[in-house]
């Protein structure tokens, strides 16, 4: 069975391919680039003691 016919099945059942948004809509974009800077930042450090 082709790959087609799998598609048109699927799309006659009401079925879709769910897609992650690229954004939340109650997201703070400038929330999101503070954290950016501040994780980037500490992460060059070690966690281990000594």
Known sequence: MRASHIY????RHGWRQLMPRPYHPAGDKQAQETFKKLSHAGANRSSRPG
């Open 8 to 11: 048109r099945l699927l799309e």
